[in-house]
Structure formats: C-alpha cells, structure tokens
C-alpha cells in the first residue's frame, strides 16, 4: 500500500522534507518544480509511513485505499509521473539554515500583507531567528486569499490557515489588521521601527481584454465575483446580472474552473460551505443554465490544471461540453501528444477533453461549455451586456512555442453576464519602485532594487509583487524562503539599519491614528463568532462581509 497525493495538492513542498524515503517528486531544488501542476508520490517506493500526511497543511495526501471515487484516478496519476521521472533518490542531508548570533539581538520586520506569501516568509523568520514580526493588512481578517479567493467548495485547501493560526500563537508574532500602509502608517515609519519591511502585497488589480463594450453594465472581472461570493469586505455589495440563461467567461484558468463551478452547482451544496450568504441567495435565484469558458489557445495549451479539470467529472447536475471538432489538433500539438516523453499532466488535459466530448449529456442538467481557440472582440449591448463577439484563432509555430493567431472566423454569444479571467495584474507600491510591463516591484531574490539595481536598504518583497501572478499557494513557501535568506544573510552582515523605535512605540503609533485596529485578540474574536455561526447551520463558518460587521464581532 502507498501513499496518494490528491487534487487540492498546493505545491508547498512540505511533505517532501518529512519522506524518510524521498520518493516525493518533484523537489523545489529542481527545475520542474516552478511549473508542476501538483507533486507525486513514487508507489513503488512509498513505505506506508503516512510522515507526508501528517506534514500536508491542505489534507491533499491519501492512503490508495481510502481514495474516494473522485480521487481514485490519482493513483494512476502519481505512477505514471515516475515512469516519466524515474526517481533516482539523493538522501543527503539538507544544509541546516544558518541562523543570526544571538549577539545581533532581537530581528525586527514589518510584513505588509496577510494572504500565503507573507504567512510563508512570517513562518521562515520565526523558525529561523530570535525575531519580532509585525503583519499588516488593510482589511480587519488575515489570510488573503486563501479566505477570499480560494472556492467555497475546495474547503480542504483553506486548512492551510490552520497551519499559519498553529504557528502565529506566541507573542513574537503580532498582527495589525484593518491598518492600510501609505494611509495610517507610512513605509518611512514601518522602517523606523523595524530592521526590514517585507512586502507581500499579492497582484490586487487584473488584466483587462481591451475590446469595446468592455465597461458594459453586465461585464467584470472573475476577480471580483470570487471576492463577492467569498465575502470580500470591499465586494459585499457588488451586483452581478445573474437574469439570463447563458454566461461567458473569458479565460480558462484554474479560477475561470471555480467561477464556472460557483455559477452552475446546486446551491444546496454551497450552503455547506462558507459562501458569504449575499451570494448564497443571489445564486438561489439565479436563471444561468449554461457557462461558457473561452481559451484563445487549444485543449493541450489549456491554462486550467489538469486536477481542476478532472474535478468537473463528478459536479452533480452538470454536463462538461467540449465539442470533438475542437480537438482536431494542429501539426505542432499532434507532434506533442504524440511524443512518447510528453508530460503526464498535458496528456491528462487532452484525455479528459476527449472524455468529455464522449460523455452523454442530460438535457435537464446545467451546462459547462469550453471553447477552444477563441478570443474576444467585442462585449454587445447598447446599455447592458447582451452578448460577446469572438474571432476563432488557429495555432502556429514562432520562434519555437505555438502561439495563437487570430483568423477572419468570427461568431457571436449571447449572453447577460460576461467576466474577463485572463489573469492577476500587481499594482505599485507607495515608496517603491515599479516594472510597469511586468507589474512587479523589481528585486533581485527578493531584495528590493532601486533605477540602478542597487538593493535597497532593509525592504524586500515575496509572493506575487515578487514573481508576477503565477503558481499555487504552496509556491510562495519556497519563494518566502529565499527572500527571508536574502534578509537574515543581511542582517548577520551588517547590512540593515537598526530601528529607533521599539515595539511598544509603534503600537502606540498605529493605535492612535487606527484606534480600530483587528489586533491578534481581536481576529480570534472574529473568528470564533464566525465559527460559532456556522455550528448552528451546519457549515464551517458565516463570515461577516462588511467592516462594519467584523469590527462589531471584534469588539464581543
């Protein structure tokens, strides 16, 4: 018997530390690892130890036999990645991290933001020094999006939060939600009182189609809507036209997947999560029978994973529609797929394309639709969303990569609802310098660098703001690690200034211009309000959706 990694797999590579046997792959010294759709365990060298489960922070891991149906086909899944990668095992023991002399005294950072990327680099720093962190964020709850962007119906992946709650307890760790750095406090000030400030500030705007009608009253980001339904203070009171039988959204990515699923699953089955209850009964009054995911590119250059893709299989009530004629493949994609050393996971993608476009379709269930080389022109309508023009696309070679070209096919959708998900876009920073092309705060290994590449003294960056809006939560771990490398190997050289004021001073700062502040007590007191809530109606919690609500339930 062997050990089965799942679909809500995060990639944070904790597990492969635990293996006493390293058959974990792959590992984030290699070079697949930075674009793994999930990691795998080798079965035929899995020992039954159940270390990795114990290690996983989102329940990913499974023995094979108590695999469920929806997750039994893992078990192929974790095989055939070795026959691609057969593991050649290296239990060498890791370098120990160096840690500061205690003589240094007492490491102070300021971490601006709360989502996967800064509890990553606050989790390195308490492991690694005698240190005291100090988290920001401009909302009265931690977590990022891990609470408001993470599906309402993946609630195993949300469990990483447990991890961060278990490791935030002691006092060394101290949190000032509801307090917006550049308003309430300036970086100047963070610096003031801290060795480093770490920015972890995520992508917070998206990319937009650039088509006209864009701006149409019926068309929006997939961003937005998953922070409507997930009870985003700043989103609760959003409208969304959910009137008409179809929607489109433009993309088809892994959140294109959860906003698809969000729209066409019987909302019984979301009332037993945590869906802000604004968009629990919107749905519950929704007419949309069919979603439409537009990709400009073909089944095997999908952008969705191929876990999140086999996941639509057993939604309740609802077709997967993929239409055979689009997968005849283009020379390039055939020679690919034909290739006997293919990735698993693109030959996965395409299998369960061509399972769908076989599958029997009930007329009476909803309908999730994928469109394969297709993308925008325009969104119709005279005062409101009535529809989407299209252009079909076909694939060609350039320069070594296939690439999607636009053809003088055209065809018309109509729709009441359109949402663009064609990806994160980071935002600048107050104080910091910005790659606007890139939208990235630029920095070398997460030390933040000025016009002449010159670090700046004491401010890093990690997550997104760093590396640009891509991978999976679990990637910012490894990400979090080498920008807390760069910062302790600048503390033990001298290189970081030392603050002026101390702890106690900057509390005395911040509450007096945010006397609101969520500190740690406070966040617990919102949090066992919203748990509480959700005992009595049978759901893992009811999250308040507006600041009004949570600062109430901070004060209880």
Known sequence: MAYVITQRCCNDASCVSECPVDCIRPTPDQPEF????????????????????????????????????????????????FQRHPLESNLDPLPTPVRPPKDLGTLRVAIVGAGPAACYAADELLRRADVQVELFDRVPTPWGLVRTGVAPDHPGTKTVSNMFESAFRRDTMQYYLNVEVGTHITHAELLAHHHAVIYAVGAASDRRMGVPGEDLPGSHSATEFVAWYNGHPDYADRQFDLSGERAVIVGNGNVALDVARVLTVDPDELATTDIADHALDALRDSKIREVVVLGRRGPLQAAYTSPEFMAL?????????????????????????????????????????????????????????????????????????????????????????????????????????????????????????????????????????????????????????????????GSNRVDSEETVEALIADFIAGKLNTPSGDRDALRTLVRERKPDMVDKDRWRAIDRAERDAGKSAGRPRVKFTTREDLLKAAES
């Open 34 to 81: 930075a674009t793994t759709e999930m990691l795998y365990i080798d079965p035929d060298t899995c020992i039954d130890c159940g270390a990795c489960v114990d290690a996983c922070p989102v329940e990913a891991i499974f023995s094979e036999d108590d695999l469920t149906a929806s997750l039994a086909r893992f078990r192929e899944i974790n095989a055939e990645y």
């Open 313 to 473: 299989t057993h939604l309740q009530g609802v077709d997967v529609v993929v239409d055979p004629a689009e997968l005849e493949l283009d020379p390039a994609s055939q020679a690919l797929l034909d290739d006997p050393d293919i990735e698993p996971s693109l030959r996965l993608k395409y299998t369960l394309a061509r399972e769908y476009a076989e599958a029997p379709r009930d007329p009476a269930n909803k309908r999730i639709v994928f469109r394969y080389l297709a993308s925008p022109s325009a969104v119709t309508g005279t005062d409101q969303v009535e529809g989407l023009e299209y252009v079909r696309n076909e694939l060609v070679e350039e320069g070594g990569q296939v690439v999607a070209r636009a053809t003088d096919r055209t065809d018309n959708l109509p729709a009441s609802l359109v949402l663009r998900s064609i990806g994160y876009r980071g935002k600048a920073v107050a104080d910091l310098p910005f790659d606007e092309r890139r939208a990235v705060v630029p920095n070398e290994h997460g030390r933040v660098t000025g016009p002449d590449g010159t670090p700046l003294t004491g401010v890093y960056v990690s997550g997104w703001i760093k590396r640009g809006p891509r991978g999976v939560i």
